[in-house]
């Protein structure tokens, strides 16, 4: 029987091996260093906050493995041995393997900080982080103020989880506004406020320098690159993004860039193996895409897509339209579409935002035609099938506004918005 | 929520460590209201009862006010969670298992041992705690307290001293808000008050908390109810006529259009308190695929139990003689099986897919059901069935499931199994509601396309165990039977993934492989397979 080993259980190996199973009896193990069993990456904020224990981020109970036949393997690989269709484990071991399955996702960013490997200095990522932050972190005494660096995704839910425990967080953000790189200014600068109303010390346009240890190797402080200003403190957070783990491949003859290179199959440029989820580097982007989606949902869709290939089935990886989710300490983000940060040059930008100030709507439409392009939404919960739908359909932004009651997913009850909505996107019409 | 700079907060520590200097105080005033009681329990004597019971209740109330202001008037709006793992009380820590025989203790003195309370015995009267509690009954109907009215007292004061906590919990979602206050209203109005007062009009009335149906109010239809609703004339035949619309006609009406919710999350009271008081339990409740299955054995049994055990009453105390009155013995067991029957054979024809292995479950009630008729029939006499007095098999019921499990565990538990071990385990009534909901109503909870990131929120804080975080991440619907529509799955979910709904039934249940955002061919590809 054909023997399927996926390297690495997150999302994108989980869901292979689970899809492979659905359509076929192939013998499948899962490797994994991190931890026994699968668990959700995104949740592990929810674990230093107190709002879950580990045990409820396991999306399926310790029999459902057995019961599908799925073997569990724990162990670091430090070697592929391709021409032998082999894994050679840290411990001496070895695993022969028919087919190979990389999902081995990320590490967080480093940039050659000074002291950036100093004890108490973490990202946030792995479940050993969440270990790690539980020791130099675990209250506001033993850690009397954190320091986050990087302003993206993680680094505010870090932020947030520190918060919980009610350890004072400065926030140290490169650019000039929270996450502008991606999100058009009034949004960005709408979740600053939010960021500094939860009493987060932000510092915008602000580099580190270096970290400095203490007399046992501990950080202790970092430095400022602009002011030199020194701010004590009992932990760093690095999140300035992450990049493929792949540097125990360096050696292995795969095709590596920044991340494993694939074709829109997902296939290595060794028979038999395959890279899925944030450590695939795609040949070519795919549309507007970028080659690395570090990123949960499409983890998911290249595992779908995978397991029909490894079936017999080749098919290439072509996710739908482009959608993602995020939330930002008491604010929900959903996006639909593409809605840039810096507008493209075809790009028509129509900007809402409610006056408490903590909903707003960003809707993007093309200069000529007014074809809907995305729309990304703070605050106010939309349908994913309707904007899906209508992005399909190619509708223009006239309609999509006239419509957007249709698309609304908040809770029954909840207050509406998209009148004024309407009513403050026809005033700009006339205006322009 | 909103993001107006607050500058008296200081940036250096914003918060104080664990609990508040407030919310000390309020928890200081809280106790001594509540030592009042104790005092009272311990036929300490005060002067003047009726300002020693006001004091008592209103210090609890202000206290438990006080302490929620400060716990969530200070912060933004938004999901309030933090910590409750860490909590003692919460996470079944000391306090958690301390408060759990606290209050198993008080239902098994409440239930079976109630002059410990203060009850006066054969006329004698109160002392205690239910003794202090006379001025306020004598106020309402000008009759002295019982534990019954006791219990009622507190149980309502909890409903709204909590609810109003829950309210400011939830101060972001007007949906909590608004079913908070509906279970407020009706536990104040038609559970306490209008009881009171509908034996001050008319005292031969039973007592009827009329939100409260068959079979949750199992005693409805025992002998000396029906004798008083008939001998109350036009009122008590209007209470008696509603209680069998109640069962037959509105619920399933309002169930059809809004999921059992209307009932178990807006109306009932064993609901209201499990809501409001119960709410820091709802993340104990367990998520196991095994607990879900002794649930459903669990919880049909009960509804088994309770319907041969209404049977039999009823039975018992019916004539043989048609000319008499038209209802006999004999045709009460046949319009019993007919109905049966009926709704065995609907649901048979329409549902029968949908049901898959649960049918044979099913089919096992009914005809468990459809046996004891006969054997009704074949053993039946003016008091006895199956050769038993149907008065036991009616007090086992009342002891076992109407005390034990409702009261001594559903409640009493509250801190080890969940807020709503009743209602998920043994609530004769939702499981009768749950089994419409299941196959003929509106409501789903809809899964927003691919957006599910399993983060298990939604799954942690069911207090019905319901694995909802296995339904999300398929893009699937949750319709389950049990799902009691309290919509916190929707409200902590991170990523606006859940919300309950009533829509058309075409298309309810649509259980997928591929999600929503992968390529469309292959979402046909797999998902028509």
Sequence with gaps: MEHIVIIGNGISGVTTARHIRKMSDKRITIVSGETDYFFSRTALMYIYMGHMKFEHTQPYEDWFWKKNNIELKKGFVTTVDHTNNQLIFESGETLSYDKLVLAVGSKPNKFGWPGQDLDGVMGMYHKQDLENLEKYAPDNQTCKRAVVVGGGLIGIELAEMLMSRKIPVTFLVRETSFWNGVLPAGESGMINRHIRNHHIDLRLETNLKEIIADENGKAKAVVLQETGEVIECGMVGLTAGVSPNISFLKDAGIELGRGIKVNEYLETNIPNIYAVGDCAEQHQAIGLRRPIEAVWYTGRMMGETLAQTICGNRTAYKPGHWFNSAKFLDIEYQTYGWVFGRPQEYEQQFHWKHEDDTKCITVSYHKDDRKFLGINTFGIRMRHEIFDRWLTEERDVDYVMQHLAEANFDPEFYTTYEKEVLQAFTNQSVTV | ?529
């Design chain 2, 1 to 529: 929520m909103s993001n107006k700079i607050d500058h008296s907060m200081s940036l250096a520590n914003p918060n104080a460590k664990g609990v508040s200097i407030k919310q000390k105080i309020a928890l200081a005033i809280g106790f001594i209201g509540f030592f009042i009681l104790v005092l009272a329990l311990f036929n300490t004597s005060f002067p003047n009862q009726g300002i020693f019971l006001s004091l008592s209740l209103v210090l609890i109330t202000v206290g438990t006010v006080l302490y929620a202001n400060d716990a969530y008037l200070t912060k933004l709006k938004g999901i309030k969670n933090d910590g409750v793992w860490f909590t003692s009380i919460s996470s079944r820590g000391v306090l958690g298992w301390l408060t759990g025989v606290a209050l198993t203790s008080f239902y098994i003195v409440l239930y079976f041992y109630p002059q410990l309370l203060g009850q006066g015995v054969d006329g004698a009267p109160n002392g205690g705690l239910i003794g202090l509690f006379d001025p306020l009954s004598m106020l309402l109907s000008g009759r002295p307290a019982s534990q019954w009215f006791v219990y009622g007292t507190l149980y309502t004061i909890a409903i709204i001293a909590f609810g109003y906590k829950f309210i400011l919990k939830y101060r972001h979602n007007r949906y909590q808000q608004l079913r908070t206050i509906s279970v407020m209203f009706f536990q104040l109005g038609f559970a306490f008050l209008i009881p009171e007062f509908m034996y001050v009009m008319n005292a031969d009335i039973p007592y009827y908390d009329l939100k409260n149906m068959w079979p949750l109010n199992y005693y409805n239809f025992d002998q000396y109810r029906i004798d008083a609703f008939i001998k109350t004339e036009t009122i008590g035949m209007a209470f008696l006529a509603f209680g069998i619309l109640s069962i037959f006609v509105i619920s399933p009406f309002l169930t059809y259009k809004y999921g059992k919710r209307w009932y178990c999350s807006w109306v009932c009271g064993c609901g209201g308190l499990a809501e409001t008081a119960g709410d820091a339990f709802r993340q104990l409740s367990s998520k196991k695929m095994s607990a879900w299955k002794i649930e459903r054995w669990l919880i049909h049994s009960v509804l088994v139990f309770s319907v041969i055990m209404t049977m039999a009453v009823i039975y018992t105390y019916l004539g043989y003689d048609p000319a008499k009155y038209w209802l006999t013995k004999n045709t009460f067991l046949i319009s019993v099986a007919i109905f049966l029957t009926l709704v065995f054979a609907v649901v048979m024809a329409f549902k029968r897919k949908e049901l898959g292995k649960d049918a044979r479950y099913g089919a096992i009630g009914f005809f468990v059901v459809i046996i004891a008729l006969v054997a009704m029939h074949f053993t039946g006499t003016t008091n006895e069935v199956f050769l038993i007095k149907a008065g036991s098999l009616r007090s086992a019921y009342g002891l076992y499931i109407g005390s034990i499990f409702s009261g001594v565990i559903g409640t009493g538990f509250y801190p080890i199994l969940g807020n709503r071990a009743w209602c998920r385990f043994g609530c004769p009534m939702a499981s009768i509601l749950g089994f419409q909901q299941r196959l003929f109503s509106r409501f789903r909870i809809t899964t927003n396309g691919g957006q599910c990131i399993s983060c298990g929120n939604c799954s942690t804080y069911c207090e019905m165990g319901i694995d909802v975080r296995s339904y999300a991440q398929k893009g699937q619907n949750i319709v389950r039977s049990s799902c009691v529509g309290c919509g916190i799955c929707s409200a902590v979910c991170p990523r606006g993934v859940l919300k309950l709904e009533n829509d058309a039934l075409e298309g309810r249940i649509n259980p997928t492989e591929i999600l929503l955002g992968n390529d469309v061919d292959l979402m046909d590809f797999v998902n028509k397979k």
